[in-house]
T-cell receptor, first 121, second 114 residues
Framework: GAGVSQSPSNKVTEKGKDVELRCDPI?????LYWYRQSLGQGLEFLIY????????KSGLPSDRFSAERTGGSVSTLTIQRTQQEDSAVYLCASSLYWVLNRGQGKDNEQFFGPGTRLTVL | DQQVKQNSPSLSVQEGRISILNCDYTNSMFDYFLWYKKYPAEGPTFLISISSIKDKNEDGRFTVFLNKSAKHLSLHIVPSQPGDSAVYFC?????????????FGGGTRVLVKP
């Protein structure tokens, strides 16, 4: 079956422009997550959507970042007035359950997409 | 403040030998730990996890050990294979409504030499 897909795979933009990154999660997965990986760094949590509940936006670095998830499926991460420090690989993940079932091994794993590499010139 | 740290950015090991990757955490609320493997230009893939109620979990060649008192976990890969060459990320989460988000370490790049 299809995994998590993201588009575009690469995006080069000029400082100050807005960008939209898209994520198509695995069909039927109720939870969706956005992370980013800056050069030489680990993955940094940005936002997650859990079922029909309000999203957890606690990881968004500034109000220039926003995300929405339409119809409980596709998600779009928008970065307004991009800055050079926004350059990173943006990763989307989805999971079947939105409550982490402890000790259930792969049943609650987050499946990651290939990422979008964003370069802000 | 990095709550999850992988202090070794890289590791080189001979094929057939054991690879040991280490991870330290500071947040005592973390109660679930995972290891992910990442190849270039691909997203991370789940390897193995462990709940804080256990101190060891094994899956084939992969074993994760958890030492809660030391806030330390490790991943053992034995025997190491060339296909194991990748970046490995340690991740942690805490129970509760916010428990699904993962906090990742900086990663350890493993090179298995034939």
């Amino acid at each position: 079956g299809a995994g998590v897909s993201q588009s575009p795979s690469n995006k080069v933009t000029e400082k100050g422009k807005d960008v939209e990154l898209r994520c198509d999660p695995i069909s039927g997965h109720t939870a969706l997550y956005w992370y980013r990986q800056s050069l030489g760094q680990g993955l940094e949590f940005l936002i997650y959507f859990q079922g029909n509940s309000a999203p957890d936006k606690s990881g968004l670095p500034s109000d220039r970042f926003s995300a929405e998830r339409t119809g409980g499926s596709v998600s779009t991460l928008t970065i307004q007035r991009t800055q050079q420090e926004d350059s990173a690989v943006y990763l989307c993940a989805s999971s079947l359950y939105w409550v982490l079932n402890r000790g259930q091994g792969k049943d609650n794993e987050q499946f990651f997409g290939p990422g979008t590499r964003l370069t802000v010139l | 403040d990095q709550q999850v740290k992988q202090n070794s950015p890289s590791l080189s090991v001979q094929e057939g030998r054991i690879s040991i990757l280490n991870c330290d955490y500071t947040n005592s609320m973390f109660d679930y730990f995972l290891w992910y493997k990442k190849y270039p230009a691909e997203g991370p893939t789940f390897l193995i996890s462990i709940s804080s109620i256990k101190d060891k979990n094994e899956d084939g060649r992969f074993t994760v050990f958890l030492n809660k008192s030391a806030k330390h976990l490790s991943l053992h890969i034995v025997p190491s294979q060339p296909g194991d060459s990748a970046v490995y990320f340690c991740a942690a989460s805490a129970s509760g409504a916010a428990g699904n988000k993962l906090t990742f370490g900086g990663g350890t790049r493993v090179l298995v030499k034939p």
